[in-house]
């Protein structure tokens, strides 16, 4: 329903799928969005924690996703893409901006600890 | 280098995943894999398989619905193997808290699941597991099909040597054929003289059974010959007994009728299958038949064992045998007109007499597992009625009606599989208990053990009992009323679900009676079989039998003066009353063959008329309490006398006076005729259910018959005789060997031990039923007395009787149990036809007997109502009325 999907808040792998994909652009599918994760989060997540997430992400109606050829690196097997909707950027970017709001000034004491 | 991904991992991630996510996440997978494994092979395996675990686990969700129940996720998004692992450890726990309960169930299951099992395992043996031979499904029997008209109703009977040889060299479609019987020796030489039985068998018999020895060699052709025949291969039993297992054994030298045998090999043990009798003997020596035995056409006296051409069918083997059969008739019409070939499979030739006991047996103890069915799901219904808060709580708390079901119905396999161990072990112990019992009464019984299908089916009992048994509680506790549940607050002894229980006990009942019916109408064709009028009294009567070896006992002469002898003195015993020799006693077989009149011109054997011959000696009939009824007995000293019974007289003279008369026996001599000098009752020398057959008695002074049954009758009881007689038989020849030591009561009870089995056998499950039943209707009496207890103080304290309650339960219990006596009586009436074949003397709708397992159904009932209706009627209103 459109009214709670405005209103829910991300959540903390939400976000982190999310940036996945904005990050990867045009070429984000599950296996480079888990690996981006990894790389950067140090989070060794699972590739159904992964799909699980964008497929609740695109029924929110932050992400949409499309079918891609299939590859002989994945066993002939197609990729399923997703690029961020409008709404996943503002969602995103909302999020970013009360993470950031709420850090700020306090960078040091984030390090120190 | 690609490499690929573990296989299972993948197949498991396939067959578990969604279709819409499978490419997605099982690319994605391979992909980074072929990326890791560029680094590292092994990290790269084992993260692929913690991937999938982790998949498996947990897989991705879909938003649209999955239609399985068992994947209807729940507010955390429960994967299938999660609920299940939960609903396991819950439902252990649970049946932990209920100690008792649980108990009482898997109690109940492993009565009717190790019933089943034992079962299982004698059918499996005996009917589904192949015989121990090589290619067994290509060994055949051949027998002669006799003429009809002379041997109503035989259609197996054993073959002549002359036509054996024939067969052997005209069919084409069997590998190789042999011919063999049986033959007894006298073995001497170490300590007491001992019977052996061998088995006498033509060259190519360890061929045809594909057998070969443990240690030596078996009968090349050239041993199949008079000359060179003194060779003897032994049985595995027989080596250790009398070698104890001795390595050099090969070369040594038996003592066989006074003759020196060369053992020239040892069979392996599993060569001996008891119910084929010729490989479970002590040893075997070559057949060894001389020209003229082998061109003996008309006595039938041989086995033909075969192995068929691979490909080709039974079908196809009787249809050449016909061909030769007829071409044979043609070629010999005065000895063969008429004689046919039968080929009959030897696993049917082992099996067949006991299919039908067993697989009625088997239906049997299925019904006695269905009576426990109900009987559980009556336990496991009281069990959910009575958690009817916790279930109604987690409905609230949003479980589905499929959830609560799912964990029901594995709360009732978790039992179902206990009780299935139980069963297993119960019928392990019971099969291992009855084995001595199980050898005397059924072939290949020493093959009887639990193997992979048996477990198998174990298993799969268990499952279908607890799916049975747990799905209609779960079904009915899943609908409960949420809100009247919660409502009731802490009690959960409202009379709620009666209408299923009632169910139940009509199904109980009415499988009981089924099952009961069955096991009185054995009992009494059993009964009827015991009393059947044999036309002799085997009661205090002693047989025992006495072979002279033919090496010893060379002329007429010195046999009948053995016999006369013995039978002399055996009379002379203190106690004895009389005493008599025949050759077969009665209800044991024996020979039939035609006879032919004097003065009537002999016919071709097909239309002789064929009769029982046994030869007998005085003091016979009054030994067996034959009554005379014209002329006179045998006396010492006649010559070639012969008495007929009533029948043989009716069927060969009609109404005339055979006394006096002569008759030719065309087998044992063409001229040698034997008068006729008495008439005697009819006696009935085969089967118990069949009708007696016509029967001659013959006798002469100078005999050469040298095996002989004697009947002692006592005026003691007969065994303390055996030791007597005896030494009566030893005082005269150390060295001969004395058999079949037994009484004829005996005897005749050795006859019905396939009756008795089955009797024995339904009899136990029908009590097993009954008392189920009974359990089963006092569990649920109890229950609805508990719940209708406010009522029952209500009506109490208005002032019914302590007679109007019990009346009141009383007839609570009996309303389903006449409607279950009455479904069981028509599905009695309707198994009746199925029991036809296995019942003697009485009728398996016979109305008496169904009233009579009515009467005790219904009785039992009462019984089980009596103690429900005796609490109901101490319940003291007051106190009933202030705790509602």
């Not at chain 2, 560029?38 to 498996?56: D, E, F, K, N």
């Not at chain 2, 008079?226 to 070369?251: E, I, T």
């Amino acid at each position: 329903m459109w009214f709670k999907s405005k209103a829910s808040a991300l959540g903390d792998f939400e976000q982190l799928v999310l940036f996945g994909v904005l990050r990867l652009d045009e070429d984000a599918y599950g296996a480079a969005i888990r690996q981006e994760i990894h790389a950067r989060s140090g989070r060794d997540v699972s590739i159904n924690a992964v799909y699980t997430t964008l497929d609740r992400l695109e029924a929110k109606g932050l992400l949409r996703s499309w079918v891609g050829e299939p590859t002989p690196q994945r066993g002939g097997r197609r990729r399923k893409f997703y690029a961020l909707r409008p709404a996943g950027v503002a969602a995103l970017g909302h999020a970013y901006r009360a993470f950031t709001a709420m850090a700020h000034g306090l960078e040091r004491r984030l390090e120190t600890k | 280098m690609k490499s690929s991904p573990p296989r299972l991992a993948s197949w498991l991630l396939t067959r578990r995943l969604p279709a819409e996510w499978r490419d997605f996440v099982v690319g994605d997978l391979e992909e980074e894999f072929q990326n890791r494994s560029a680094a590292s092979p092994v990290g790269a395996w084992r993260w692929y398989w913690r991937q999938t675990i982790r998949c498996l686990a947990r897989p991705p969700r879909v938003r649209s619905h999955s239609s399985s129940f068992l994947y209807s996720p729940g507010p955390k998004g429960d994967s299938i193997l999660r609920t299940l692992a939960a609903d396991l450890r819950y439902a252990v726990r649970v049946l932990f808290r209920a100690p008792s309960f649980a108990l009482a169930v898997i109690a109940v299951l492993a009565v009717g699941i190790g019933a089943n099992t034992a079962i299982f395992s004698i059918v499996n043996a005996v009917l589904l597991r192949p015989l121990s031979f090589d290619e067994p499904d290509r060994l055949v029997r051949l027998f002669h099909e006799p003429p009809q008209a002379a041997f109503p109703g035989i259609h197996r009977f054993s073959v002549s040597p002359a036509n054996f040889y024939d067969w052997k060299h005209d069919a084409r479609l069997f590998d190789s054929m042999a011919i063999y019987r049986f033959r007894q020796f006298t073995l001497t030489g170490g300590g007491n003289a001992e019977a052996v039985v061998a088995g006498a068998v033509g060259a190519d018999f360890f061929q045809v059974a594909r057998a070969r020895p443990a240690m030596g060699r078996v009968f090349v052709t050239e041993e199949d010959d008079p000359a060179r025949a003194h060779v003897v291969v032994l049985s595995d039993g027989f080596w250790k007994s009398h070698f104890a297992g001795a390595r050099d054994v090969v070369g040594r030298t038996l003592r066989l009728d006074s003759e020196p045998y060369t053992v020239i090999g040892v069979m392996p043990v599993r060569f001996s299958v008891a119910s084929w009798a010729i490989t479970a003997r002590d040893m075997w020596v070559p057949l060894a038949y001389t020209e003229a035995q082998r061109a003996v056409r008309e006595n039938h006296n041989a086995q033909v064992i075969a192995r068929l051409t691979p490909g080709v069918s039974v079908t196809q083997a009787q249809t050449e045998m016909d061909v030769i059969s007829k071409r044979l008739e043609q070629q010999y019409p005065q000895a063969n007109a008429g004689w046919g070939a039968t080929v009959v499979p030897l696993q049917e030739l082992i099996v067949g007499d006991i299919r039908m006991t067993l697989v009625m047996l088997l239906a049997a103890v299925g019904l006695v597992l269905l009576i426990a069915c109900a009987n559980v799901g009556n336990l496991l219904f009281a069990r959910a009625l009575a958690r009817r808060k916790e279930l109604a709580i987690r409905s609230a708390l949003g479980a589905g009606r499929a959830r609560v079901f799912q964990q029901l119905l594995i709360e009732a396999l978790v039992l179902a599989i206990a009780g299935g161990l139980a069963g297993l072990v119960l019928a392990r112990t019971s099969l291992t208990a009855g084995a001595a019992l199980l050898a005397n009464q059924l072939p290949r019984a020493e093959e009887v053990t639990v193997d992979a299908r048996v477990l198998l089916f174990v298993v799969a009992a268990s499952f279908i009992t607890g799916i049975l048994a747990g799905a209609v509680p779960a079904l009915r506790a899943g609908r409960s009323d949420l809100n009247a549940a919660l409502k009731e607050g802490g009690r959960s002894d409202s009379a709620v679900g009666i209408r299923t229980r009632r169910v139940l006990i009509v199904c109980e009942v009415a499988l009981s009676l089924v099952l009961l019916m069955g096991a009185a109408v054995m009992l009494r064709s059993l009964l009827a079989l015991r009393h059947v009028d044999t036309g002799f009294d085997p009661r205090n009567v002693l047989t025992l039998r006495v072979s002279l070896p033919e090496t010893k006992y060379k002329t007429p002469a010195e046999i009948s003066a053995f016999f006369e002898t013995a039978l002399q003195r055996i009379r002379a015993l203190p106690g004895v009353q009389a005493a008599g020799g025949v050759d077969d006693l009665p209800v044991t077989g024996g020979s039939v063959q035609p006879i032919v009149l004097e003065g009537h011109t002999e016919l071709l054997p097909r239309d002789q008329p064929t009769v029982a011959v046994r030869k007998a000696t005085p003091g016979y009939l009054r030994a067996m309490n034959i009554p005379l009824v014209g002329g006179r007995d045998f006396a010492d000293g006649d010559v070639a006398v012969m008495l007929v019974s009533r029948a043989a007289a009716k069927l060969l003279w009609g109404d005339a006076d055979p006394i006096g008369r002569r008759v030719t026996l065309p087998l044992e001599s063409k001229t040698a005729a034997k008068q006729v000098i008495g008439i005697v009752g009819d006696v009935k020398q085969g089967e118990l259910s069949e009708e007696a057959m016509p029967t001659v008695y013959e006798y002469t002074r100078e005999h050469t018959w040298s095996s002989f049954a004697f009947a002692v009758r006592t005026a003691v009881p007969p065994l303390s005789l055996a030791q007597a007689s005896a030494g009566v038989v030893r005082a005269i020849d150390p060295e001969q060997p004395i058999e079949e030591m037994r009484t004829m009561d005996r005897v005749l009870d050795e006859t019905l031990t396939s009756q008795r089995f089955s009797a024995l056998l339904l009899g136990l499950f029908a009590v097993v039923a009954l008392a189920l039943a009974s359990v089963g209707i006092y569990s649920v009496l109890s229950y609805i007395v508990r719940g209708r207890s406010r009522e029952i103080g209500i009506r109490t304290a208005l002032g019914a009787q302590t007679a109007d309650v019990v009346r009141l339960v009383i007839r609570e219990g009996m309303t389903p149990t006449i409607i279950g006596i009455l479904i069981g009586a028509v599905a009695a009436l309707a198994s009746a036809r199925v029991m036809q074949r296995l019942v003697f003397g009485v009728s398996p709708s016979d109305p008496l007997t169904l009233a009579a397992v009515a009467g005790t159904l219904a009785i039992v009932a009462v019984m089980a109502s009596l103690v429900p209706a005796y609490r109901a009627s101490r319940l003291d209103p007051l106190q009933v009325l202030r705790a509602n």
